[in-house]
């Protein structure tokens, strides 16, 4: 099983991406459904705590999935040159992982960004993510892989990536490919 993740405020482009990626057997995890405080900082979930974090909402939901993958694919739109404030949360509240038991040791990470500017001129910022990524992977020990960076394009089109790429689907079965292998 693969987890996807779509790290939108809103079920639209990127949430397409990711349900058109999964298999029936993958899960697919919006966002955008959820209730995910930021993290505390109190470091109870790695001093005494025997489950995850002290915040009972949806990320104990995501921690059960994170157990029995080995993919998690990331698809992220990009806002303010960065990831979601939702997706940095759930980033945040994987601290019990690094500490505790090093649940994400081995696991592939793929991330594919969504940015509203023309690929080419999104690449520094999806760069700039794939490096904060990267980042995070040397102390919790996960693979990191940079699959794509979409652009949604002209603002009238901005909902549906799939009036942007006249050949989405081919695209679509080639990231598949890569996450498979």
Same mark, same amino acid.
């Given at each position: /099983?693969?987890l996807? =993740?779509?790290?939108?405020?809103r +079920?639209?482009?990127?949430y397409?991406?990711?349900?058109? &990626?999964k298999k029936?057997?993958?899960m697919l995890?919006?966002?955008?459904?959820k209730?995910?405080r930021?993290?505390?900082?109190?470091n109870?979930?790695?001093n005494i705590?025997?489950k995850?974090?002290?915040?009972?909402?949806d /990320?104990?939901e995501?921690? +059960?999935?994170?157990?029995?993958t080995?993919?998690? =694919?990331?698809?992220t739109?990009?806002y303010m040159?960065? =990831?979601?404030?939702i997706l940095?949360n759930v980033?945040d509240?994987?601290n019990?992982?690094? #500490?505790r038991?090093?649940i &994400? +040791?081995?696991?592939k990470?793929?991330?594919?960004?969504?940015?509203?500017?023309?690929e080419?001129?999104?690449?520094?910022i999806a760069?700039?993510?794939?490096e904060y #990524?990267?980042?995070?992977?040397?102390?919790?020990? #996960?693979?990191v892989? #940079?699959?794509?960076n979409? %652009? %949604?394009?002209?603002?009238?089109?901005?909902?549906?990536i799939t009036?942007k790429?006249k050949?989405?689907k081919?695209?679509i079965e080639?990231?598949?490919? +890569?996450i498979?292998?």
């Open positions: /099983m693969n996807y =993740i779509s790290g939108s405020n +079920k639209r482009n990127c397409r991406i990711c349900n058109d &990626l029936d057997e993958d995890i919006s966002l955008a459904d209730n995910i930021f993290c505390l900082g109190c109870k979930c790695i705590l025997e995850y974090c002290v915040l009972n909402d /990320m104990q995501i921690y +059960k999935y994170l157990l029995y080995d993919k998690v =694919i990331i698809v739109p990009i040159n960065h =990831i979601t404030g940095k980033i509240r994987l019990p992982f690094t #500490f038991e090093n &994400l +040791k081995g696991k990470i793929y991330i594919i960004t969504v940015g509203q500017m023309e080419d001129e999104n690449e520094e760069n700039n993510i794939k #990524f990267e980042g995070i992977s040397e102390f919790m020990e #996960f693979e892989i #940079f699959l794509k979409f %652009s %949604s394009g002209d603002i009238s089109l901005i909902d549906d009036k790429y050949n989405y081919d695209i080639e990231l598949r490919k +890569k498979e292998n």
